[in-house]
C-alpha cells in the first residue's frame, strides 16, 4: 500500500524539524489494509512521514497475517532481508503488528533480535509510543490477550486514517469474531466481536463523504452479526445499512463479508430498499459437502446455503454474487468434493476466491494431520473447481454484454496504458478505452457493455455522469 499523504501536512512538519519516514509492509485481508491505513495516520499524526521507499525508512512496520499460506516463512524472510539494513543504520526501527505478532508475541524477538517493537492486534493505537519508547528503552513487546471492548468501539476514526484511494474509503465496524469455523485462527488473533456503535459510523461515514468519498465498503469477520453485543435486541446490521444509505454523498455501500448462517432476511430488504448499497453479495460458501461444513462448523448445510443464496436472489434485483471455496479439507473425500462442484455450478458465482486448505497452527483443522489430503489430489481438484466456476463467470459475464453500467472510474488499466478501468455497481472490473476529455479517478460514468471475459468487462462510453467529488491534492512548495 502507498499511502496518500496531504502534501499541506508535511510542508508544516518539514519546517519544525526534519521528520522520521516510516514505511509499512501489509499482508492479509482488506482488514489489515485498514488496519495499516489507521496505522500510517496514527504514525504521521506523531510527526512521521511515508519514506519514498522501505529501504530508507527510519521506520519500517509489518503489518501481519496469519491466514494465508506460508504466514511465518514470508515474515521471517522478509525481516531476514532487514537485518543487514539495521545493521548499517542502527537508529533504523523494526515493529511487527497484526494477528501473527498477537499469535507469536515475543517468539519474534527471539527469532529476530533485531526487532524492536512487537504489537498486538488490539495494541495498534500504543505502535507511536512504542516506537519513541524503544529509542531509550529497547526492544519492547505489547499485546494485548484480550481486546478492551470499550477503547476498540471507539477506534480511531478514518478522519486519521491515510487512505489508499480519495474517493473509496473502508470502514471497520466490528473487529474479532464469535464463531469457531475450524480452519480459522482470526477468533484466536482478535478475540470476540466488538462492534462499534452505529453512531460513530454514520458520522465517520458523514466525515469521509465531506472529504469526497462516494464508496465505502464496510469491514467485518461477521458483519451480519453486527451490534448483537451492543443491544439485547439482537443484530443491527440492516438499521446501520439504512443509516448509512441515508448518509449524502455516499452513492455506494459495499460490505465483506456476511456468513451465510446469519443472513436475515431484514438485511436482504435493507439492500433491497437502500439505494446506496450496491447489488453485490459476498457469500462464503467454503464447501458444498454437509459432511466437510459440519467439519469446519459452519453452521449451516448446502440446502441451507442455497436457500439463503435464493432468497437473497429473489429480494435484490440483478444481484451479483460471489463466495469463498476451500478446497482439501482435511478428509474431503472425492464424492465429497464433488457435491461442491455441483453446488458451485448450481449456485452460478459471478466469481470466486478459491483457496488450498493449508493448516493454521493454533486451529483444530490443523491437528487432523492423518486427514490431510495429497497434494497432487488438492491441485486435480482445485483446477476441476476452477473450470466450473470460471464457465458460470463467463456465463455472467457475457449476459451482460449490451447492457449500460453505472462504472466509478479507478483510473488507467495497470496492463494497457490505452485503457481506463473502474467497478460497475456488482463489483466487477470493466475496461474501457482512454476518452478524449481525460477522466480521472473518481469520476461516475455510464458505459456499454460490449465484451464480457471469465474476470472482467470491457466497455464503451456512453456519457459523464459526473467528476470526482473530492479535491485533487496540489502540493505545496515548502518553505
Ligand atoms: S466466521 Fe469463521 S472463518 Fe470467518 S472469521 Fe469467524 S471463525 Fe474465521
Known amino acids: 500500500m502507498r499511502p496518500v499523504v496531504n502534501s499541506r501536512v508535511l510542508s508544516r512538519l518539514e519546517v519544525v524539524a526534519t521528520p522520521r519516514t516510516f514505511a ?18 496514527l504514525l504521521i499524526g506523531d510527526g512521521m512521514v511515508p519514506a ?22 514470508k515474515l521471517y524472510s522478509a525481516l531476514g532481508q532487514l537485518k543487514q539494513l539495521k545493521e548499517q543504520r542502527p537508529q533504523m526501527q523494526i515493529a511487527v503488528g497484526g494477528c ?20 498486538g492486534t488490539h495494541n495498534l493505537a500504543s505502535a507511536p509510543s512504542l516506537l519513541r519508547r524503544s529509542r531509550s528503552e529497547g526492544p519492547l513487546v505489547e499485546v494485548l490477550d484480550a481486546p478492551d471492548p470499550e477503547a476498540n468501539r471507539e477506534m480511531a476514526p478514518a478522519l486519521y486514517a491515510v487512505r489508499e484511494l480519495p474517493y473509496a474509503a ?26 462499534r456503535p452505529l453512531r460513530d459510523l454514520v458520522d465517520e461515514a458523514t466525515m469521509l463523504a465531506s472529504s469526497g468519498v462516494s464508496e465505502i465498503t464496510v469491514l467485518g469477520q461477521n458483519v451480519n452479526s453486527y451490534g448483537r453485543d451492543i443491544t439485547k435486541r439482537g443484530p443491527l446490521f440492516a438499521q446501520l445499512l439504512r443509516a448509512l444509505g441515508e448518509v449524502d454523498g455516499i452513492e455506494r455501500i459495499r460490505f465483506v463479508s456476511p456468513h451465510p448462517k446469519d443472513l436475515r432476511p431484514e438485511t436482504v430488504a435493507a439492500m433491497a430498499e437502500t439505494q446506496a448499497v450496491c447489488n453485490q453479495l459476498h457469500l462464503p460458501l467454503q464447501s458444498g459437502s454437509n459432511r466437510v461444513l459440519s467439519a ?14 435464493a432468497g437473497a436472489r429473489r429480494g435484490i434485483d440483478d444481484l451479483a454474487v460471489t463466495t469463498d471455496i476451500i478446497v482439501g479439507y482435511p478428509g474431503e473425500t ?42 497432487a489430489v488438492i491441485k486435480e481438484r482445485f483446477e476441476r473447481l476452477k473450470e466450473v ?68 468487462l470491457r466497455g464503451e462510453l456512453s456519457s459523464v455522469v459526473r467528476g470526482p467529488r473530492h479535491k485533487i491534492r496540489i502540493p505545496l512548495l515548502s518553505s
Open 170 to 195: 473502508w470502514m471497520t465496524i466490528q473487529t474479532g469474531c464469535d464463531n469457531s469455523c475450524a480452519y480459522c485462527i482470526v477468533p484466536a488473533v482478535r478475540g470476540g466481536e466488538i462492534s
Open 334 to 375: 472425492d464424492t465429497e468434493f464433488d457435491e461442491t462442484l455441483e453446488v458451485a455450478a448450481a449456485a452460478e458465482f459471478d466469481s470466486a476466491y478459491t483457496f488450498i486448505f493449508s493448516p493454521r497452527p493454533g486451529t483444530r483443522a490443523a491437528l487432523m494431520v492423518e486427514d490431510f489430503v495429497p497434494e
Open 389 to 456: 466456476l470460471d464457465r458460470s463467470a463467463l456465463r455472467k459475464h457475457e449476459a451482460r454484454v449490451g447492457r449500460r453500467e453505472e462504472v466509478l472510474v479507478e483510473g488507467p488499466s495497470k496492463r494497457n496504458a490505452q485503457m481506463l478501468s473502474g467497478r460497475t455497481r456488482q463489483g466487477k472490473l470493466v475496461h474501457f478505452p482512454v476518452t478524449a476529455e481525460p477522466l480521472r479517478a473518481g469520476a461516475l460514468v455510464t458505459l456499454d457493455v460490449v465484451h464480457g471475459a471469465p474476470y472482467h
Open 52 to 73: 519514498a521507499s522501505d529501504l530508507e525508512a527510519d521506520v519500517v512496520v509489518f503489518n501481519t497475517c496469519t491466514i494465508r499460506e506460508n504466514a511465518d516463512l
Open 296 to 309: 469446519m462448523r459452519r453452521g449451516y448445510t448446502a440446502e441451507r446455503y442455497m436457500e439463503r443464496l
Open 100 to 119: 501473527m505478532a498477537q499469535k507469536d508475541r515475543g517468539e519474534i524477538l527471539k527469532r529476530a533480535q533485531w526487532v524492536d517493537v512487537v504489537f
Open 24 to 41: 509499512i509492509r501489509t499482508f492479509g485481508c482488506q482488514m489489515n489494509e485498514h488496519d495499516s491505513e489507521r496505522l500510517a495516520g
